[in-house]
């Protein structure tokens, strides 16, 4: 009998699949991310052999888990034909198999999100000698493709041109009843803009998916692909790096050591980064000086990636233990792996031990739109510039807040500074990074954007 396991990881809008087959108690896991203990319980609680751990290409947001596979479970690691691998694996070419039982997977090289890129056609026996599935990796999304971009080295025309005719040329023609099953969902930068369903059909996406349901030339996709494209994330071009190599396998996200504040301050003075996972209005009631908040929500691994400095090692600060291990497992799985403790019971130790407190102001939009025009006052927006062409508050500064910190001089560290963003997440981030700078005064907009648009204030186009 086929399995048909999918797993959804929060934070990275990543999904991975367990394919088999319960007869032949063999299967495959497909993109794994690197806390593989969720893929040997269920190959256990089925009764199967992880035999295959396959990548579809080299990935970009998050550190694989095959060459954990392989040393837990003897599996073989398949991937693309690549020459920058610096470990053992099975490199294949399109139109080999992979026999799981009654289950097999075909390959398909589908270049163009990669150069290596594969995908894999699924086929059951008891369900004909068509394949009923497609799994398409970072090529083809719910209402998005894969970006060509992330390479770089002016590779980005290219690469789009290969992603036309993969999709054109190979994926259409396999007809529209085939499922798709994509690397990732909504929320990802692996494409522009992903939509929510993480799985979908090859007929649903040729009426409702941009790059399909237009009739473009080659020429016209590429250009059209290529415009408005975001910016990739600063840690992408690491993690590329970090997937070629010959991995040092580690047992997991254990909870780093608890610190009393004492300790906590002494790592702190030593140059190492405090982060702070607690809400942005718990942040900015009270922090300790020179924390950087990244609150704990969806959005936290991304923007850990984008901010933090993966050679410096990081101390973390939480409502709680649990809190601070859910954070330490989202950046394990990008690869931030020194985190030397946490901060003992929270800010309540800290506040106890009467320890200096750094605060943020905490505007609505209506104390902006009141004060925006005053001669003290700067505001900044931190949204991407994609955001920001939409419309802004009237008079705002721009500055990205992923460039934030290497553009401090073009603000006045003198003046009340209030940031805001779509929804007061990242303006966080800026405020805490302002304030970590010693400006004087820093003032975040919960709500946001959101909140300005929702109460009918002045708008800024462009």
């Given at each position: ?339 030397r403790g946490y901060l003992r019971n929270g800010m309540t130790d800290w506040q106890n031990a009467a320890l200096p407190l750094n605060r943020l102001q905490e505007w609505t939009v ?97």
């Amino acid at each position: 009998m086929l399995v048909f396991e999918p797993f959804y990881t929060d934070g990275l809008a990543q999904i991975s699949y367990l394919i088999g087959d319960s007869k032949a108690a063999v299967a495959a896991v497909i993109d794994p991310r690197r806390d593989i203990d969720i893929y040997l319980q269920m190959a256990k609680a089925r009764g199967l052999r992880i035999a295959y751990a396959i990548e579809t290409h080299i990935h970009a947001d998050f550190v694989s888990g095959a060459q954990a596979l392989a040393k837990r479970t003897g599996a073989q690691i398949i991937g693309g034909r690549a020459d920058n691998y610096e470990f053992e694996l099975r490199q294949v070419s399109g139109g080999e198999t992979i026999e799981l039982g009654q289950a097999t997977l075909q390959v398909m090289h589908t270049p163009g999100h990669t150069p290596e890129h594969i995908s894999l056609q699924l086929f059951d026996a008891q369900q004909g000698d068509q394949p009923i599935a497609l799994f398409t990796g970072d090529t083809l999304f719910n209402l998005d493709v894969g970006r060509p971009d992330l390479l770089g080295e002016g590779s980005e025309r290219k690469l789009a041109g290969a992603l036309y005719h993969t999709l054109f040329d190979h994926y259409l023609p396999l007809g529209d009843r085939i499922e798709i099953y994509p690397c990732h969902g909504a929320g990802s930068a692996c494409g522009k803009s992903i939509g929510d369903r993480r799985h979908s059909t090859l007929g649903s996406e040729r009426l409702f998916n941009p790059a399909l349901r237009e009739q473009r030339s080659e020429d016209a996709f590429i250009d059209w692909l290529l415009a408005d494209m975001p910016e990739p994330p600063r840690h992408y071009a690491r993690l590329k790096q970090l997937n070629v190599r010959s991995a040092v396998q580690m047992e997991g996200a254990s909870l780093p050591p608890p610190l009393a504040p004492s300790e906590f301050e002494t790592l702190a003075a030593r140059g190492m980064q405090v982060v702070d996972v607690r809400s942005i209005l718990a942040f900015g009631g009270g922090h300790v000086p020179g924390a950087i908040n990244i609150a704990l929500r969806n959005e936290f691994v991304n923007w850990a990636g984008w901010m933090l400095d993966d050679a410096r090692p990081i101390l973390l600060v939480g409502e709680s233990a649990d809190d601070v291990h859910q954070a330490v497992t989202q950046l394990y799985r990008i690869g931030l792996d020194d985190i030397r403790g946490y901060l003992r019971n929270g800010m309540t130790d800290w506040q106890n031990a009467a320890l200096p407190l750094n605060r943020l102001q905490e505007w609505t939009v209506h104390e902006l739109n009141a004060r925006r025009e005053a001669p003290d006052v700067q505001v900044l927006d931190v949204r991407s510039p994609q955001e920001v062409a939409a419309g802004r508050v009237p008079g705002a500064r721009h500055i990205f807040v992923a460039h934030l910190a290497d553009r401090l001089n073009e603000l006045d560290p003198d003046k009340t500074t209030a940031t805001y963003c779509g929804s007061g997440y990242r303006a966080s981030i800026a405020a805490s990074i302002l304030k970590k700078a010693g400006f004087r005064d820093v003032a975040n907009v919960p709500g946001s954007w959101m909140a300005w648009k929702a109460a009918n204030l002045p708008v800024q186009e462009g």
